[in-house]
């Protein structure tokens, strides 16, 4: 008995295993540039010339929003425990039959 019908099949396996890792990289390539543009792994990235002013425009806009999204998440959490409270009092009231529905 010899073992080269397994060393072929361990070949072939091999062979198959590198063609569809090579065509899932075509693939996930191919959406890449889709989404973003021309995909390129080597490429540099370009530091963009910006005033100082506009720079600091920039930043106090980026301040702004995370002031405005921990506003809205604070308001949001104060909201949502109140209900909660209110109806865990409510459930528990029912429950001990204070209250006649």
Do not use: W
């Not at 792994?41 to 999204?69: A, G």
């Amino acid at each position: 008995m010899s073992f080269a019908g397994t060393v072929l099949d361990m070949i072939r396996r091999s062979e198959a295993n590198r063609a569809a890792l090579q065509a899932r990289r075509n693939r996930i390539n191919d959406l890449r540039s889709r989404y973003i543009g021309q995909y390129d792994r080597h490429r540099l990235l370009v530091d963009k010339e910006i005033s100082p002013e506009e720079l600091q425009r920039i930043k106090q806009e980026i301040r702004r929003q995370i002031r405005r999204e921990r506003i809205r998440t604070r308001v949001l959490t104060v909201v949502v425990g109140t209900m909660a409270a209110v109806l865990v009092v409510l459930v528990m009231l029912f429950v001990l039959g204070k209250i006649k529905v």
